[in-house]
């Protein structure tokens, strides 16, 4: 399709979400949106680790709302950013893997339809960006209209990174360690007139924990001074694997938690909080040695299931523990109704606003995660989880399906599937999961290794 076709019917489809009046936008709160990189579960204070410190986010979880049971939707950099842009599943966005992203020649085949920032932009929202990207389009094409320094790939150093600034891709060194540069910007920007002018939407996409993980400031480095290797293990890590570099890995994020505690401040001071949403999720998990696994894409617990945090404006300090399977292709469409934004027919993710009013309303029974890239090295599957239990479906038919109960087996170590006592959950579960993938029009719907077919 030509590209100034592309705009323009994006911009017609605007049109339908626009805000419905001025006394609408007078109500509408800001949003800051910050995700962390390769960032597991486990790794914070909140979420039981005795062994990490987090103190900033164990706060924020303590006056917001905390999701022990979130997942995300595709465990790797780019499909995972594409869904919170697109609100679209991978196998919709077609961000299938960073792979994928490498290889494209022509990124206007990606983002045909109106992004998060441009349905914000459109009903009033300044959309801010400043961080790591890793997304197959600029982002001043999609809905960022204040673009700071910004990383255009995957993975950088952390001190005096190349960095692009405002709306160019040139990279230049630019001085300092790289998140901290980011968080600068972003609280240079709360500091401004600007943010008082119009609600605005901040996307601080930080690139830490993800690997190098260091250099890190001295007074960080301090915080772990001393600790061995087996001393910083989170809760329950099997023995019988060698783990990874839990030591540095803590150390990207204690800083990245020492940074979220600035913008906060900030926040507090500029008196912006008490209108200003805050999500903190991670982008996919990382296995660090868990089943003697390094990466991430796996459809197990630490590759799948990140840190989730969302505080509200003006909320009591009191921990909210919200164990509904919330799922990152939920967020997208949370944060438009919460700014008064009519959700797209047609992202399938699911409006979570009655959960952050009460912790009550539209419980959540499953979420769904998906590797839809089987041309570069890793199997393709399709997985439904519960709070109780998971269910894997692969492509690959030498790959047995697998069905864990995670409430007795965390670690997912005894595949229950095709347990005579576990039938009836493997079939409930497996008709709950196809009948998303029908609605989603999955055409991993057609594997034959899904049963029926």
Known sequence: MNRSICRLAVSALLVLYLP??????????????????????????IAGNTKISTPQLDALAVTGFYFP??????????????TFLSGQPAHRHGVFSNDVLKEAKDSSRFFQQPTLPQLLQSAGY????????????????????EIRYWMPGGAGAYKDPQLA???????????GFTNEIFAKEIISFLESPAAKEKPFFVWFSATAPHAPYKPNPKRIQNIYEGKTAKQLLPPAFPEQYTPGDFLHYYQAISFLDELVGRIIRTLDKTELSRETIIVFIGDNGLMMGSRGMKGKVNPYEESVRVPLIIRMPQQNDTVHTITSPVSSLDISPTLLALAGVKVPASWPGRDISGLLENGKKNQLDYAITEWADNEHGYAAYRLIRTKDYKLI????????????????????????AGNADYKKIQQELLSQLKQWMSKTNDPALNWKNLPGK
């Open 20 to 45: 419905a009046s001025a006394q609408d936008q007078a109500k509408k709160k800001n949003i800051i949106l910050i995700i962390s990189d390769d960032h597991r579960f486990d790794a914070l204070g």
């Open 69 to 82: 049971q979130a997942t995300i939707h595709s465990p790797q950099c780019s499909p995972s950013r594409s």
């Open 126 to 145: 300044h959309t801010f960006l400043s961080g790591k990207w890793h997304v197959p389009a600029d982002p001043w094409k999609i809905g960022f209209e």
């Open 165 to 175: 600034f405002g709306k160019s891709k040139e990279k230049k060194k630019t001085i």
């Open 393 to 416: 479906a692969w492509e690959n038919l030498t790959k047995p399906m697998e069905l864990y109960q995670l409430s007795n087996d965390p670690q997912e170590t005894a595949n229950l």
